[in-house]
């Protein structure tokens, strides 16, 4: 197969946000006002607080600024799994967090539960699913540790070579875990938009192209620096407008972009992840492939792929390379990346070989907000007046609800149990400035692929991560 050629056609427009149904842009704040609460951000954390901020409280004046369009930066970019875990996995919740995982795994699925709640009682149009995830070993070393894992009462169910070829078509497969609860499907673009739709509904105040350059302490409140892009008189250039918020609360949502915090400058690195689409299966195609229970799919390696498939037959495939850029760089130029496309395609194309005619219609990238323990971290400032929760390193479609009811509690004032968690009250370590951050980073990497090709067994470098709680282990 000619993957160039395959790729040739696609779009570069992430395809969740190449919609039709993507809403019509808001305006931007063009003046100074008050709020009981300010959200920084208009993606799934900044979204899932606004709703819930509402729920806790009709009447509370919510005010949401997004610095680009609801949903367009990692949350409109990603494969949809809605994921049970606020851990990134229950085995790195172990490492990380031993005297509280159990505690957190059932968090985690009450609110995954909420998450289906919210969506059934707003009437929600987001493709919502309830397939779970399959968890395949492509090499012979991965299969023994997802048997061990076969428990049919808590809804893990371990299939063999034989039988999950009957599940799907893979010659790459060598067995699978079936986590059939704890993972659904969604259109995440159309959950955003879905979000924005019912928050709006509810009153609270959006706009967009509004992006917060300050968060500084008023005493009583917090004032909330913005600037936007207006259009210039008479044809001419483009001007920014400048306004302020005066804000009781402030819940920072930004995630993989700048912190507004300094002492969460250090604690997050934009990691970049690339995806393709396919074009949409035919029936023959289909049953080339098996595929009817339309799981998610993840493979068991360190350098893993995710795949799915969409609404209307596509297969959204992703993952392999994670690229970090010296200096933490967030820039537009790096979403795409030819190489990483052409190694995404061959990989898929022996993953389904059946599928061989199929092409592609969309190729993307974008950056995930990594921090060193691998799920979302929380902090305060300003006596408690602004939270801030990151970090959810592309696990955060689920999670980000949950850091959003997390960020409310905090800026209640109250003690609750979720505010007293270790998980919530413990920082992960920061990392290291450049040029430390980037040499590290590419170590990693390298040792990560080396054990890849050494039966998962991890070496020295990856041993001493694991030892200072920088470790990962899903």
């Known amino acids: ?39 920084v951000g208009g993606g799934f954390t ?13 009447k509370r004046h919510v ?24 851990t990134h996995g229950y085995d790195n919740g172990e490492s990380h967090l031993p005297k509280e995982n159990e ?96 928050i709006r509904e509810l009153g609270v105040e959006v706009f967009e192209g509004t992006k917060v350059t300050d968060v500084s302490d008023r005493k009583s409140t917090v004032q909330v620096t913005t600037s936007s892009q207006v259009d210039g008189q008479d044809g001419g250039q483009d001007a920014e407008d400048s306004a302020t918020i005066s804000a009781k609360r402030v819940a920072l949502a930004t995630n993989v972009f700048p912190s507004l915090l300094k002492r969460a400058s250090l604690h997050t690195v934009p990691v970049y992840d690339y995806a393709l689409m396919t074009e949409p299966l035919d029936d023959e195609q289909l049953e080339s492939i098996g595929w009817g229970g339309r799981q998610g799919i993840g493979d068991c390696a360190n350098r893993f792929h995710y795949y799915r498939l969409s609404a209307d037959n596509r297969i959204l495939f992703g993952g392999w390379d994670a690229v970090y850029h010296y200096g933490r760089q967030v820039s537009w130029k790096y979403d795409q990346r030819p190489e990483t496309f052409e190694t995404l395609a061959e990989h898929f194309y022996e ?37 801030m929760a990151a970090g959810f390193t592309g696990l955060g479609v689920g999670a980000s609800r949950f850091a959003g009811t997390v960020m409310l509690d905090l800026l209640s004032g109250q003690d609750t149990e979720l505010t007293q968690l270790e998980m919530v009250r413990r920082m992960p370590l920061p990392f290291p400035p450049e040029p430390v951050a980037w040499l590290g980073i590419q170590m990693t990497t390298n040792a990560l692929i080396k054990a890849d090709g050494n039966e998962g067994r991890r070496g020295p470098l990856l041993k001493a991560l694991d030892a200072v709680g920088m470790g990962f282990d899903s």
């Open 1 to 39: 197969m000619d993957v160039n050629a395959a790729l040739a056609d696609a779009s570069t427009v992430p395809f969740w946000l190449d919609s039709e149904q993507r809403t019509k842009p808001l305006p931007p704040l063009s003046h100074d006002l008050e709020a009981d609460l300010v959200i």
């Open 46 to 58: 900044g979204l899932w607080t606004a709703l819930q901020a509402k729920e806790r409280d009709p």
């Open 63 to 86: 005010v949401l600024v997004e610095a680009n369009s609801i949903g367009w930066a990692a949350s409109g970019r990603n494969g949809g799994f809605c994921a049970a875990s606020l």
């Open 103 to 198: 505690r957190l795994a059932q968090l985690g699925r009450e609110n995954l539960a909420a998450i289906g709640e919210a969506v059934t009682r707003y009437g929600m149009d987001v493709e919502f699913e309830r397939t779970g995830e399959l968890d395949v070993a492509t090499e012979d070393y991965q299969v023994p540790e997802l048997r061990e894992a076969h428990d049919p009462e808590a809804g893990f169910i371990f299939y063999n070579q034989e039988e999950l070829a009957q599940i799907v078509k893979s010659p790459t497969y060598k067995g699978a875990l079936w986590d059939s609860r704890e993972v659904v499907m969604v259109n995440p673009a159309k959950l955003c938009w879905e979000l924005l739709r019912v």
């Open 351 to 387: 993953t389904f070989p059946q599928l061989a005619d199929l092409k592609f219609s969309h190729k993307w990238g974008g950056p995930i907000d990594t921090c060193s323990r691998f799920f979302s971290f929380f902090t305060t400032a300003y006596g408690k007046k602004v939270a």
